[in-house]
């Protein structure tokens, strides 16, 4: 069964800094379509940030886009998400998911069959 665990979010200040972690496993990332997605609450579930089997092309939500950085570690099976010059805006829980194919939206959230438990992340102004 494959199983996607979250860890690393936490309370941080505006401007401040954290770095997202995603353990996986039973899949392979070199198949795989990886990506994280936040949800606040009322909001709608929102692609951060994507990457393509392999992990050698990503992409990113504007909102995020020269702050957030996706990488793995394909030995390790690890996604991660370093958020950097965090905002009030990027509270929510974050969540990583899988698909073990190319997907041509990987910010699309219905693409995804997997999906970890979230971690929250909490920004103060």
């Known amino acids: 069964q494959v199983q996607l665990v979250e860890s690393g979010g936490g309370s941080v200040q505006a401007g401040g800094s954290l770095r997202l972690s995603c353990a996986a496993s039973?899949?392979?990332?070199?198949?795989?379509?990886m990506a994280w997605f936040r949800q606040a609450p009322g909001k709608k579930r929102e692609g951060v940030a994507a990457?393509?089997?392999?992990?050698?092309?990503?992409t990113y939500a504007d909102s995020v886009k020269g702050r957030f950085t996706i990488s793995q570690d394909n030995a390790k099976n690890e996604l991660y998400l370093q958020m950097n010059s965090l905002k009030p805006e990027d509270t929510a829980m974050y969540y990583c998911?899988?698909?073990?194919?190319?997907?041509?939206?990987?910010?699309?959230?219905?693409?995804?069959?997997?999906w970890g438990q979230g971690t929250q992340v909490t920004v103060s102004s």
């Open positions: 039973r899949i392979s990332f070199s198949e795989c379509s």
């Open positions: 990457v393509w089997p392999g992990g050698d092309s990503t």
């Open positions: 998911a899988a698909v073990p194919s190319w997907v041509q939206s990987p910010l699309y959230s219905k693409n995804y069959g997997y």
